[in-house]
C-alpha cells in the first residue's frame, strides 16, 4: 500500500515553533518546500495546514494539525475519513524520546510510548496500526539535563542537538519518495543504515 497522507505533529504557534516537540512539523516544512507547488494552506474543515501533492508519482497529502499536540486526532481521523484514507496508508512524523538526536527509524503500529499526539490518532483512526516516522530528539536523561520531559519537549534543543535532528530530517526525505511509493523494506534499510 501506498502513503496517501503524511502528518506531521507539532504544535501550533510561533511560541513553540522551534521546540523539540515540533519536529515532526520541521520535516513536513521541509518537504512542502522542497516539492513544487506543494504550499501548505490553512484548511477550517480539518483544522489543519494542509497540501496536496505528488511524490515519487503517488498523490500524497500534507497535513499539519492546528489543533494543540494532544488533539491531533481530529485533523488526522477527518481528513482521513473524508478521503477515505486507510490507517496503513498513514504516515505520522514526530519527535521521539527514546532515540537521540541525529536518528529517524521508521515503523508501523506499536504502542504510542506516551506520546500524546500518537494516543489521539489512535483514538481517532481506530488502530495503532499505522506508519510512524520517528525524529529522534533525545531524552532529558540521556542527554544529562535536569528537565522534566513535558518540560523538555516543549524547549528549543541546544545547538549540537538541532544540528542532529535536521541531519535525521534531511535523511528521512532521501527516503521519502520509496515510503510513498510503498516500498518500506527497502525505506527501512537506507534510514536504518545512514
Known amino acids: 500500500m501506498p502513503i496517501r497522507l503524511i502528518v506531521g505533529l507539532g504544535n501550533p504557534g510561533p511560541e513553540y515553533e522551534q521546540t523539540r516537540h515540533n519536529a515532526g512539523f520541521w520535516l513536513v516544512d521541509n518537504l512542502a518546500n522542497s516539492l513544487p507547488g506543494a504550499r501548505l494552506q490553512r484548511e477550517s474543515r480539518f483544522n489543519a495546514l494542509l497540501a496536496k501533492t505528488a511524490i515519487a508519482g503517488q498523490e500524497v497529502w500534507l497535513l499539519e494539525p492546528q ?22 496508508e498513514v504516515l505520522v512524523v514526530h519527535d521521539e524520546l527514546d532515540l537521540m538526536p541525529g536518528i529517524a527509524r521508521l515503523k508501523k503500529g506499536g504502542s504510542s510510548g506516551g506520546h500524546n499526539g500518537l494516543k489521539d490518532i489512535t ?72
Not at 67 to 83: H, K, P
Request: net charge positive; proline share 4%.
Open 67 to 88: 489543533t494543540f499536540m494532544n488533539r491531533s486526532g481530529q485533523s488526522v481521523g477527518g481528513l482521513a475519513r473524508f478521503y477515505k484514507i486507510a490507517p496503513d
Open 123 to 194: 483514538a481517532a483512526l481506530g488502530t495503532q496500526d499505522y506508519w510512524r516516522l520517528r525524529i529522534g530528539i533525545g531524552h532529558p536523561r540521556s542527554l544529562s539535563l535536569q528537565q522534566q520531559v513535558a518540560d523538555f519537549v516543549l524547549h528549543r534543543p541546544r545547538r549540537e542537538d538541532q544540528v542532529l535532528i535536521e541531519d535525521a530530517i534531511e535523511k528521512s526525505l532521501l527516503v521519502l519518495p520509496q515510503i510513498c511509493e510503498g516500498k518500506f523494506e527497502a525505506a527501512t534499510m537506507k534510514l536504518h543504515t545512514a
